[in-house]
């Protein structure tokens, strides 16, 4: 059974940096598509970053430069390092789960095909 637990959340001046990390427990978890997705109240939650298929990665236009997804396979651990922090990078950042190792075309940012989440973590950026 695939579970998921953030940490490293937290608040921080704008410019600075953080590191968040999902720990996944399960025996196939390591093999399954992991992306952070952020929700801020009032906006829909808005995919951040995936790494797939043992490492490929794909970030969104508003993160790309700044921040960077890895997996330690070893641990079963996913991880955000986050840098040059913006207000607008405010929000619960989630991590998501997908069984399969590479998603469709135009997948990978919809909610709707990860199948487990983690609670998530509090992000807030101050200028």
């Known amino acids: 059974q695939v579970q998921l637990v953030e940490s490293g959340g937290g608040s921080v001046q704008a410019g600075g940096s953080l590191r968040l990390s999902c720990a996944a427990s399960?025996?196939?978890?390591?093999?399954?598509?992991m992306s952070w997705f952020r929700q801020t109240p009032g906006k829909e939650r808005e995919g951040v970053a995936i790494i797939y298929d043992y490492g490929s990665t794909i970030c969104a236009d508003s993160v790309k430069g700044r921040f960077t997804i890895s997996q330690e396979y070893a641990k079963n651990t996913l991880h955000l390092q986050m840098n040059s922090l913006q207000p607008e990078d405010t929000g619960i950042y989630y991590c998501?789960?997908?069984?399969?190792?590479?998603?469709?075309?135009?997948?990978?940012?919809?909610?709707?095909?990860?199948?487990?989440w983690g609670q998530g973590t509090q992000v807030a950026v101050s200028s």
């Open positions: 399960g025996y196939a978890s390591r093999t399954y598509s």
């Open positions: 998501a789960a997908a069984t399969d190792l590479r998603p469709p075309r135009g997948s990978w940012y919809r909610a709707a095909w990860y199948k487990y």
